[in-house]
């Protein structure tokens, strides 16, 4: 089985910073996409970025210019760096990892922005 451990979370005032990590273990055999999604309470789950096998990357609107994916393969680890944190980035954020296998979810880390 492939899991997921998520790290990272916390509470961080509006312009601030805070990184997540998100390390898969398990049988793994090749990953191919990695992302963090995330879902503020009473709304829907939400992407918020994505990144290839081969270091492509894509950014929701709403995060462009703040927020960084990167991916070390070599530790089936993705990391997102937030900067510049607003309060409507407050939400529970999970990480996804894509396989051959199927689909893995992380358990999710708590990211609260307020004053």
């Known amino acids: 089985q492939v899991q997921l451990v998520e790290s990272g979370g916390g509470l961080v005032q509006p312009g601030g910073s805070l990184r997540l990590s998100c390390a898969a273990s398990?049988?793994?055999?090749?990953?191919?996409?990695m992302g963090w999604y995330r879902q503020a309470p009473g709304k829907q789950r939400e992407l918020v970025s994505t990144?290839?096998?081969?270091?492509?990357?894509n950014y929701a609107d709403s995060v462009k210019g703040r927020f960084t994916i990167w991916r070390d393969n070599a530790k089936n680890t993705v990391y997102l760096q937030m900067n510049m944190l607003k309060l409507e980035d407050t939400a529970v954020y999970y990480c996804?990892?894509?396989?051959?296998?199927?689909?893995?979810w992380g358990q999710g880390t708590q990211v609260t922005v307020s004053s």
């Open positions: 398990g049988s793994i055999f090749s990953i191919y996409r």
């Open positions: 990144i290839s096998r081969g270091g492509i990357t």
């Open positions: 996804n990892v894509e396989f051959p296998q199927g689909t893995v």
